[in-house]
């Protein structure tokens, strides 16, 4: 990818992950005593969800009213196609998922619908982005597999069949299937050597030591007949690249935006770049999770930011087998003219506004300093403007979500101060509306994150790159 957010982005990985992560929110329970050590917090059973009888018969609206107390939320208010229950830490305080009697922890549960009938319920067992334990070893892994697959036979059904490994998805990952009276569940892990990154180049290598990417457990309604049954978590977009414009709405207001993208809630890790992606494959059918695109982006363990480098091959190397083309529209290289010229017009605009030169021989802290008044004139009007909208306007056309990353921080969103003081972000841009001079854009973030404005001179301003990613057929 372009160097200069690499070393940005890679920067902030180092030294700041938390700067582009989700902003703290408030717990989606009280708090209560448990345990008898006085540590505060709530624990959740997930047991229900393996209990014969009635998974299956459950709705959009009785999944809400069953789980909501016990930290229910929806991925999109707007959609609520997809609702989480996610393990939570606050300060002193804890909210936990468990199974088995409490005698193992999950870190999320995902309930998935289609027509407002519960289709999926995907449990994240443990991985490398969430779980406390990033570094867990070969060992360790390969016993927590087992310790589930016991109880899975205990609950589901006494033998499993070995499916393989999933050729057609992002991760390759390991499949186990159990076909019950009511419910088939498949466990899928994946992990493998290490990826060592080198924090000056951001060039990754393969190590000695095992790293595990995720161990998780996907349940979903008995079909009829497994004969020829496909579960794989890949495939091919299945949205066809002339239908999309068909979907783009225009208001009255003036507003010209791409509903009902799926909404993909990273948590409080540095998952922005590769829950994005995840996103606009899901919204061309591919029901890719943001865990695999984090194993095949080499994002850190312990949820670090991902490398752009790494994000961009990454986004090149599964295009074929996804029947999706990636591209990089507009961006900065650190090393190429356009850059150099960049920094001498900052320089040149900041002497101009009585605002202060930066050193561009340390591009670090070059761009660590930018000043919003000075970006605004350097990159928030004239040509830079003018090519922003462009790619902008014709892709929402087009039906095509657009991949933008930014530096957080800068300008207002939503007519307010934004609330994060600073770092690198990836988030979609979904719409514009030319009369106002804005974009529409979503996050990552869930629910009252999936619409949201900005003056379209001030996106241009602190626009790190474009990219596109769209089907080929």
Sequence with gaps: ????????????????????????????????????????????????????????????????????????????????????????????GTFKITAFAGARNVEE??????????????????????????????????????????????????????????SASAARAERRMWVGSETLAQLEYSGGKEKIRDPYSGREKAGKNFQGEFIRLRLMPKPTSTIGLNTTTGGAATVRRADLAKSVVHEPSGDVFIPNVPMVDQGDKGYCAVATAARLLNYYGVPVDQHEMAQIAGTQAGGGGTNPEEMEAAMKKISGKYKTNFQVELDLNYSSRKYQSFMR??????????????????????????????????????????????????????????????????????????????GGHVRLIIGYNTAKNEIIFSDSWGAGHEKKRMAAADASACTMGLYLLQPTM
């Design 1 to 92: 990818m372009n160097k200069i957010l690499l070393a940005f982005l890679s920067l902030l990985s180092l030294i700041a992950p938390a700067v582009a992560q989700k902003p703290p929110v408030k717990p989606p329970v009280k708090p209560t005593v448990i345990g008898g050590n006085g540590e505060r917090g709530q624990e959740v059973s997930i047991d229900p969800l393996f209990a014969p009888g009635k998974l299956w018969s459950n709705t959009d609206v009785t999944v809400e009213a069953e789980w909501k107390k016990k930290g229910f939320k929806w991925n999109s208010e707007t959609l609520k196609d997809h609702g989480i229950i996610r393990r939570e830490n606050w300060g002193f």
């Design 345 to 422: 017009k900052y320089n040149s605009a900041a002497k101009k506004l009585g605002k202060k030169v930066l050193d561009t021989n340390n591009f670090i802290y070059f761009i660590s300093g930018l000043d919003s008044d000075v970006l605004r004139e350097v990159n928030g009007q004239g040509p830079a403007l003018d090519k922003f909208l462009g790619v902008v306007r014709q892709n929402i056309d087009k039906g095509v979500p657009v991949m933008w990353a930014l530096q957080l921080g800068k300008y207002p969103e939503n007519g307010e101060p934004a609330k994060q003081f600073g």
């Design 109 to 166: 549960v995902s309930f998935g619908f289609k027509t407002s009938k519960l289709t999926e319920v995907d449990i994240a067992i443990w991985n490398k982005g969430d779980s406390k334990n990033a570094d867990m070893s070969e060992k360790d892994f390969n016993d927590l597999v087992m310790a589930w697959s016991t109880e899975l036979n205990r609950l589901v059904a006494p033998k499993y069949e070995d499916r393989g490994r999933d």
